[in-house]
């Protein structure tokens, strides 16, 4: 099953979680959302070093948007997601990179909001249960995950290395 930009739909499937996220990303730089979150233990189960991906976000970025990504670590994102790092650096300005270590392992969320357009959630991280959504009720429920995480969480991933 593919799940096609302003669908909805349950994910049952790591290809559906994917197709899901791409969805929701071609989604969100159609609809111009200003706000764009991503929640997740590590992004490692993401493809956000796809091409098609990078490119949905360089269509997002385009005119005053804020990106707020949120880890428990980033210590493999560089490594399996290159061409996101690589925007990531040109879109410095508008991306914020936070990370939590005080939720215990399991309770992270799995998250992709675009504020007012869809969101994408993994109930079930190991079987990759989750929805693709398009209503006001999930969006919320989304958003009170995320902002959870958010309170305890801190800045982290620079864009950037600066030395001496």
């Known amino acids: 099953m593919s799940i096609e930009p302003g669908g909805n739909g349950l994910i049952t499937s790591r290809s559906e979680f994917h197709d899901a996220l791409r969805a929701a990303l071609a989604d969100a730089a159609n609809h111009g959302t200003r706000e764009?979150?991503?929640?997740d233990n590590d992004y490692a189960d993401w493809p956000l070093g796809e091409r098609a991906v990078v490119e949905s976000f360089a269509q997002w970025a385009a005119?005053?948007?804020?990106?707020?990504?949120?880890a428990r670590h980033f210590d493999d994102v560089a490594r399996r997601h290159?061409?996101?790092?690589?925007?990531?650096?040109?879109?410095?300005h508008?991306?914020?990179?936070?990370?939590?270590?005080e939720l215990p392992t399991g309770e992270f969320p799995t998250v992709l909001l675009a504020s007012g357009t869809v969101s994408v959630r993994l109930s079930d991280t190991v079987h990759h249960r989750g929805r693709l959504a398009h209503d006001k009720g999930e969006e919320l429920r989304c958003k009170e995950m995320i902002d959870a995480v958010l309170q305890r969480s801190e800045e982290a991933f620079p864009a950037s290395v600066t030395g001496l």
């Open 36 to 39: 764009l979150w991503l929640c």
């Open 63 to 70: 005119s005053s948007r804020r990106l707020t990504v949120v």
């Open 82 to 92: 290159p061409r996101w790092v690589e925007w990531r650096r040109t879109w410095s």
């Open 94 to 101: 508008i991306v914020t990179c936070r990370t939590n270590n």
